[in-house]
């Protein structure tokens, strides 16, 4: 039977903190502001924020030389022009409603040119940046923005007959009516007296070099998936209807191939990948990242990665010649990743050309954690720019090329600070490092910053200074609500302890006062696995921020443990849990409960532990495989059977099912139901697409037919993963609170 809920909760220092307002999230804390950009002149920076229960968002232009913010409406937000750091003339044409639009950058007039009859994507600028290249369906065109001309490049397609045969129609078509002659005539002109077509059919985004003589194509080979359906049992006609969500993981890999298509000589060749370090064999599943191209010389440099996520290549593509030169080869017997590299195979890292064309920087774990390098490419030589036992987390080369500006955790691994990097000297120079967090976009001119920063019980706000005058900060933002100011949080104390193993573990704790302590103590599980929570900012969970400062309110201790798997302490930490989730990880709790009972003064017999999603399955492998070791646990939007969850997470970490069966097995929580002996409460949204209800109904069977007793189950038929309405997350953690309350006392 549960305790009755007391509903206020009253200390010195905090005002009454009620479930009703806390859970609230943003509704209690305030809207805070997200993605500060700068206009393309340095005059103003853009943000938004999302207001509680709004389906939209609101639009922010801050007017650094008035003082002044203004509210924008959507179109005024569509039709800002915002600086994109490294992306050159870009900055001043952009594809906007249909239409090609160019910026003067000095008058900030906006020029419009015709409109195109179909559209066009896929904007490339040229080394003369007079013209310009776009894709429109698979064809590529050069259009001169000087006299309004575009010019057909090349079109792919499966065949050329099938192509001619609606070139035939079209014609036709134009013949016929003179609505679509009309159409074309004000539209731009496109000259076609020599259409080359290809036949073949590439997938995505084409690239083509700065010379327009070359354009490199993808071709994909995706493995057959079967998507999962979610049904909605709630819904305005009363009826269930199914939602298509992802697939479960699968037992093949997807593969790319590139091919090089020489204008000039009109040759396409695919690229051959065989002669790499390790490839093994011939036909081993690739995925190849967008290239870069020399803006002087024919080459290209780009990133491969093994589908497997096992090992990652920088090479070189001489366009000319069409040979492939390894620059650099990294390989992870558990899995590639870290800041500026990327754990999804899919996605590009830090990668890039110094002004010379002959060097080359980028990202990798060589060391153990992740550091910025360069490498020259007629020497190989290779140099570590920056070392040491933190993280780059963010690299950002500078217009003169002579530093990069970088965010890492030099100072503390619960820190985000802001440093430049003098390439001459080697000098790493401290900008902005007060104890906390900083998000950051450079100006145009390189001046001036526009960040977020926020502490651990400060929320996130923009600030705005100058590179040279980094303390001299301006506050664009004050977004807290009244209530939260009201309130006199506690500071989480970021302390560690040392694992089973020997390694530093670092953790967040919340301490009740003296006179309130209880002697019981909650673990809290943060979710992703490759997330930290034991920092100096402002939480990612603030309702469970809010949710802990009430548990010390009635004498609980909170221990907020960034358990291995977590990000911010490099490339061994990180790897922790492969092929064994719920090992390293889930020992670092039981250290964490003996480091609380040996130097807390805590009650061995009453330590709780909660969390969602990796939260969730930490807290059900923990009462499944050490039964005994907490008095009891919540586990919420949990994983309970890692081949059901999705393939690029979970294939990391675990290879796939047929080639590592016993690494989902130890893995998978619903293989150790049998173990469960402690109070258990699940918790559940019955539209997660990401962790499905389908994980939760077959571990509720399995408990079924285990004949298991003290485990409750709640759901919540029309949330999904991350909870949105208020009356859901209050129900949810008083069930929690009480629960706590029934069997930790």
């Not at 307002?21 to 305030?30: A, E, L, S, T, W």
């Not at 490839?279 to 190849?288: F, G, H, S, T, Y």
């Not at 003296?514 to 969970?541: C, M, T």
């Not at 960034?562 to 061994?572: N, V």
Request: proline share 4%.
């Amino acid at each position: 039977m549960f305790l009755a809920f007391a509903l206020c909760l009253c200390t010195k220092g905090l005002a009454q903190l009620q479930l009703e307002q806390i859970m609230k999230g943003p509704g209690f804390v305030g809207a805070l502001p997200e993605a500060p950009e700068w206009s393309v002149d340095g005059k103003i920076i853009y943000y938004w924020k999302k207001y509680p229960d709004s389906l939209q968002k609101t639009f922010y232009s801050y007017h650094l030389s008035k003082k002044q913010t203004v509210v924008l409406t959507y179109k005024e937000w569509q039709d800002r022009w915002v600086w994109t750091s490294g992306a050159g003339p870009l900055n001043y044409l952009r594809l906007h409603n249909e239409k090609l639009e160019g910026l003067d950058s000095k008058t900030l007039q906006v020029k419009t040119y015709p409109l195109f009859t179909n559209a066009i994507w896929n904007l490339q600028v040229q080394n003369n940046a007079q013209t310009v290249v776009f894709q429109q369906g698979l064809s590529l065109y050069i259009f001169d923005l000087q006299n309004g001309l575009a010019k057909n490049v090349v079109t792919y397609r499966k065949s050329k007959a099938e192509t001619l045969l609606q070139e035939g129609l079209s014609q036709t078509e134009r013949a016929f009516f003179e609505s679509i002659r009309k159409q074309e005539l004000q539209s731009v002109k496109f000259d076609l007296p020599a259409h080359k077509f290809i036949s073949f059919e590439p997938q995505g985004a084409l690239q083509v070099d700065p010379s327009a003589r070359f354009v490199l194509l993808k071709e994909l080979q995706e493995p057959k998936e079967k998507t999962t359906e979610v049904p909605h049992f709630i819904s305005a006609d009363a009826h269930v209807y199914n939602e298509k969500a992802r697939s479960k993981v699968m037992n093949e890999e997807p593969a790319q191939r590139l091919f090089l298509h020489n204008l000039c000589s009109d040759s396409l060749v695919e690229l051959d990948f065989s002669g790499l370090t390790q490839m093994n064999a011939k036909d081993r599943e690739l995925i190849i990242h967008p290239v870069i191209f020399s803006q002087t010389k024919p080459l290209a440099l780009f990133d491969i990665r093994s589908a497997d996520n096992k090992d990652r290549w920088i090479v070189c593509l001489e366009l000319e010649t069409s040979q492939i030169k390894e620059l650099e080869h990294q390989h992870d017997s558990a899995w590639i990743g870290g800041p500026g590299i990327s754990s999804w195979n899919f996605e590009t890292g830090t990668l890039g050309w110094l002004q010379d064309a002959q060097t080359i920087y980028f990202q990798s774990e060589e060391t153990g954690y992740s550091h910025l390098y360069t490498l020259d490419l007629s020497t190989g030589k290779k140099q570590a720019l920056t070392s040491g036992n933190y993280e780059v987390h963010q690299a950002v080369l500078s217009n003169d090329q002579r530093s990069f500006y970088l965010t890492c955790n030099k100072n503390h691994p619960g820190v985000r600070d802001f440093w430049r990097l003098d390439l001459q000297s080697g000098e790493l120079i401290p900008i902005l490092n007060q104890t906390g967090a900083y998000e950051l976009q450079l100006s145009p001119d390189e001046k001036q910053l526009a960040y977020r920063f926020s502490t651990s019980t400060q929320p996130w706000e923009i600030f705005t200074c100058s590179i040279k005058n980094p303390k001299d900060q301006l506050q664009i933002t004050s977004s807290t609500s009244e209530a939260f100011k009201s309130n006199a949080w506690q500071k989480p104390e970021i302390l560690s302890f040392n694992g089973s193993d020997g390694i530093e573990v670092y953790a967040r704790m919340y301490a009740p006062k003296p006179e309130l302590k209880n002697g019981a103590a909650v673990l809290f599980v943060h979710g992703a696995g490759y997330l930290q929570n034991a920092h100096h900012y402002w939480s990612y969970y603030q309702r469970e921020f809010l949710f802990h400062q009430m548990l010390i309110q009635k004498g609980y201790t909170v221990l907020d443990v960034d358990y291995r798997a977590s990000e911010g302490y490099g490339r061994d930490y990180r790897t922790a849990i492969y092929r064994h989730m719920g090992g390293r990880d889930l020992q670092d709790f039981i250290d964490a409960k003996q480091f609380l009972v040996a130097n807390f003064e805590i009650d061995p017999n009453r330590v709780g532990i909660y969390g969602g999603s990796y939260g969730g399955f930490i807290t059900l492998m923990a009462l499944f495989t050490s039964p005994g070791t907490f008095a009891c646990g919540a586990a919420l939007r949990s994983v309970t059977d890692w081949a059901h969850y999705n393939h690029e997470y979970t294939s990391n970490i675990l290879n796939t099912p047929a080639a590592d069966p016993e690494a989902y097995r130890r893995s998978s929580p619903i293989y150790f139901a049998e173990g469960l002996q402690d109070p258990l409460l699940i918790l559940h949204g019955m539209i997660d697409d990401n962790v499905q209800f389908q994980d939760v109904v077959r571990l509720n069977q399995r408990l079924i037919e285990l004949g298991k007793k003290d485990w409750w189950m709640a759901l919540y038929p029309v949330e999904r993963h991350g909870f949105e309405y208020t009356s859901s997350w209050i129900d949810e953690y008083r069930r929690i609170y009480e629960f706590f309350g029934t069997h930790l006392k």
